[in-house]
């Protein structure tokens, strides 16, 4: 009789989350069929255009990709703020914060040329982002505030305090609305599709995801975060210090995000005229759960969000779809990514059996040594 095969607890924990994953989408296409069928008076269109729509010119797959550029970022940021096992909330705020010092750097100083511009904008970026993130690690360090709600609550602060800036001193008077003046035109991003506002940036997004990669699986950084993670008391007992882990890692995931900001300014804007958080941070952490905090994944994670959302932008002009769907499915199928009563039972049930296994086979080994 064949011997089935003993598994690491590490391999049965990774196959149920990506049965999680497959489920949770199948799921929430499904439901958007249902509630098209539901619905819409014309049920094909509907299904064309969101299925199909996304594909059908290479506008629409800018889009996509427009899409994705943010998310690219934010996505990274999230899995190198998680990374040690810290839940920071701050990827919105350097994001937002991010874009901010870019509109400043490109509206406010004179500088010789267009690479001056970028380069001084991406430092910015960076440190703001760097900084509206690490506090909430700093102030759990020398205060014990706990960082999920200090970086939480930090956000409204960058928010409120670019708002007073924006509205009082930055604001462009001859603007309809409120904004800031119009980015020096050197410092733009070439769009590289037509009628879209694809640019460099999304490549520079795939280049982060390999840097937030290499950062968290090949360097000592990383396995060090991800000791800290699994078991803290173990890491330290270790001789890791572990708060100053959590500073360095947050530290980088907060310039990731920051870019990101950034990149969406010099990409895609001309103007900055953010009153709030425009929820690419709040993103991040969809796509943490959906790539199960692996910046490899994240990029398809980034794909699969830009084309429902393309999809749904497409459905709600060519069909009587409203795009507010998207956003309850996408609550909907996070909610399920991480609820741990899903498959609960049926992992609980393997991993005792492969428990019994993996004991019968060191029996059976102990045995076989007795006899020799």
């Not at 506008?59 to 550029?69: A, K, Q, W």
């Not at 874009?99 to 991406?122: C, E, R």
Request: glycine share 8%; hydrophobic share 50%; net charge positive.
């Amino acid at each position: 009789m064949k011997r089935k095969k003993v598994y690491e607890q590490e391999q049965i924990e990774r196959f149920f989350n990506l049965l999680k994953i497959f489920t949770s989408l199948v799921f929430a296409i499904a439901i958007i069929m249902i509630v098209v069928l539901i619905i819409s008076s014309t049920p094909g269109k509907a299904f064309r255009s969101f299925f199909i729509g996304p594909l059908d010119s290479p506008r629409h797959l800018g889009t996509i990709m427009e899409n994705m550029t943010p998310l690219l970022f934010t996505g990274v940021a999230t899995c190198l703020l998680f990374a040690s096992g810290e839940v920071v909330l701050g990827g919105e705020g350097s994001l937002f914060l991010g874009a901010f010092l870019t509109a400043i750097v490109t509206t406010k100083l004179q500088l010789p040329n267009g690479i001056a511009y970028i380069l001084v904008s991406l430092l910015a970026s960076m440190l703001g982002g760097m900084v509206v993130s690490a506090v909430s690690i700093i102030a759990k360090n020398k205060f014990n505030a706990e960082p999920f709600v200090f970086s939480l609550l930090f956000n409204y602060i960058v928010y409120y305090s670019c708002n007073y800036l924006l509205n009082y001193k930055v604001k462009d008077p001859d603007y309809i609305g409120i904004a800031t003046y119009a980015f020096a035109s050197e410092a733009k991003f070439p769009s590289l599709i037509k009628n879209t506002s694809v640019s460099i940036a999304f490549f520079i997004g795939l280049a982060v995801v390999l840097i937030g990669w290499f950062i968290m699986y090949k360097t000592k950084l990383g396995y060090r975060a991800s000791l800290v993670k699994n078991n803290r008391n173990y890491a330290v007992n270790m001789g890791v210090n572990a708060s100053k882990v959590a500073l360095i890692t947050t530290l980088i995931g907060g310039a990731i995000a920051g870019l990101g900001g950034c990149m969406e300014m010099l990409g895609k804007f001309s103007r900055f005229y953010w009153m709030q958080g425009p929820g690419y941070g709040w993103d991040g952490f969809m796509l943490v759960t959906l790539s199960n905090n692996n910046p490899i994944f994240i990029p398809f994670a980034a794909f699969f969000l830009g084309y429902i959302r393309t999809g749904a932008t497409v459905m709600n002009i060519f069909a009587d779809i409203p795009y507010e769907l998207i956003n309850a499915i996408q609550a909907i199928m996070v909610l399920m990514i991480a609820s741990k009563g899903m498959f609960g039972k049926l992992q609980q049930r393997i991993t005792r059996e492969n428990a019994e296994r993996r004991q019968a086979l060191k029996d059976e080994n102990a045995e076989k040594e007795v006899i020799a």
